[in-house]
């Protein structure tokens, strides 16, 4: 039933890759525009990704990424602080902004015919930023409280980005995307003035279109209001490859908690570092196996099954732009400690090494992506978003179209393959949350979305 599930899913997923082309384009200062049309509906998306992220800095200006992109709705040369948020939704629009560890976007979704409002504000503050010390006073201090709100005065969050820390020594992964909260302190107005001349020019930017749209009218208003933007030269970031791991890693963090938690992550590579293109796809289908719904490994053994979990979970990234982490993680049951829940992860990654997963496993989650990939498509903004991220990050927009085949062709063999190598002691990191008892009437606040991409 799932593989004749699978194979209509597949044929759906054509069906709407067919109907919705994509174009792509060059402009002169060497911006690249990629356009997909999609006629359901007269709305379009326009997004502008410029490559750089929290990746691209170092110690001591970490956050400028983060920072830079809350300055970009703070006023330009021809609009005052404010108003391009104002013209945005004075044209029916709606519009925001993130930033992740590899890319800065911004987007608007409009009726069809708007689309030369978002061109021509998308292209005055690509260049013409106006950078005030009043406005960036006020900005830093939202992104202070922000960091509190989202990291510090949440255990779980904190103990991640202490265990990002831990887990790699000089790949720019390690640190957190809004920033440690010194590098903050002492940022200034000049660090932000020369990030944003270095990085934000039209060579260094995808302009992203998709919707009810002409492409060839859509290159023209490019050309209109991009092509005149004076290009930067633009110096890549050094690789900053981190060193191969001799042994396992652990830390302890102590905070004001209610339940305790662990995570723990692997090296693994990425499609774009990955010296075996099928790994990361063979890496993805593990993922899956583990952490796919209530019939997923994860959630029927240690949760439902042995108990020794209340939750329990696993993520992996195929297209971040560096090596990163396959990630377990999860809070132990209230009778359980935190070494049976340790060890009980462990030996799910022991029984993906020694058996082959099953055939029910796969088909399970193979149809699982393609229906993701099918709901996915009929999403104008998550078109744009695939094609946004993969451009971003260096890869070709077209992966996306290739990427059910892929998953599809992922065997058994495969999924032990990967399991073997890279779930491996010598690899891991592990963190472990230790609650420490709460203030009197003190609990963390809420969680909010956004948790590796951070929105404005």
């Known amino acids: 039933m799932r593989l004749a599930l699978s194979a209509m899913l597949l ?26 049309e999609d006629h359901r509906a007269p709305v379009v998306v326009s997004q502008v990704w410029y490559k750089v992220g929290a990746s691209y800095e170092h110690d001591g200006i970490t956050g400028l990424s983060h920072m830079l992109e809350h300055m970009m709705f703070q006023g330009t040369k021809n609009h005052a602080p404010g108003e391009f948020s104002r013209i945005v939704a004075e044209n029916g629009g709606e519009e925001n902004a993130f930033t992740s560890q590899d890319y800065t976007a911004y987007y608007q979704r409009l009726e069809k015919d708007r689309l030369p409002v978002s061109f021509e504000l998308e292209a005055d503050r690509m260049r013409n930023l106006l950078l005030q010390q009043k406005e960036y006073d006020k900005e830093l201090k939202v992104v202070m409280e922000e ?44 660090d932000l003035q020369g990030w944003y001349e270095r990085w934000y020019a039209p060579n260094n930017a995808v302009v992203v279109v998709v919707g009810d749209v002409v492409p060839e009218e859509v290159l023209k208003l490019a050309k209109k209001y991009f092509e005149p933007l004076k290009p930067e030269t633009i110096v890549p970031p050094k690789p900053r490859i ?56 994860l959630t029927r053994n240690l949760v439902r099954g042995a108990q020794v979990a209340a939750s329990a979970g696993a993520g992996y990234s195929l297209y ?18 935190m070494e049976a829940l340790e060890a009980a992860l462990h030996a799910q990654a022991k029984q993906l090494q020694e058996a082959p997963v099953t055939d029910e496993e796969l088909a399970r989650v193979k149809a699982q992506v393609v229906a993701s990939d099918v709901y996915e498509k009929d999403s104008i903004m998550n078109q744009a978003m695939q094609i946004g991220q993969l451009e971003s990050v260096g890869l070709d927009w077209s992966l996306m179209d290739a990427y059910v085949a892929r998953i599809n062709a992922v065997t058994a063999a495969q999924v032990q ?18 609650p420490l008892p709460m203030d009197t009437g003190r609990k963390p606040r809420p969680s909010l979305p956004g948790d590796e991409n951070h929105v404005r």
Request: aromatic share 8%; net charge negative; with cysteine.
């Open 320 to 337: 971040d732009r560096q090596a990163g982490l396959f990630l377990l993680d999860g809070t132990p049951a209230n009778s359980t400690s």
């Open 417 to 434: 393959a990967v399991a073997r190598k890279y779930l491996v002691e010598e690899r891991q990191t592990l963190a472990v949350l230790k």
């Open 242 to 297: 981190e060193p191969e791991q001799q042994g396992p890693r652990r830390i302890m963090v102590e905070v004001p908690a209610e339940v305790p938690y662990l995570v723990m992550g692997y090296k693994v590579p990425a499609l774009k570092t990955a010296a075996e293109d099928w790994e990361p796809y063979a890496l993805e289908v593990l993922s899956g196996i583990l952490d796919g719904g209530d019939s997923a490994r």
């Open 11 to 36: 044929a759906c997923s054509h069906t709407l890759l067919a109907a919705g082309a994509v174009h792509e384009y060059q402009l002169a200062n060497g911006l690249k525009l990629v356009v997909k």
């Open 147 to 190: 960091r509190r709100l989202r990291t510090e005065d949440q255990p779980t969050s904190l103990t991640y980005e202490q265990f990002a820390a831990a887990a790699f020594t000089t790949s720019s992964y390690r640190n957190p995307t809004i920033g440690w909260m010194d590098d903050l302190e002492n940022m200034r107005l000049e």
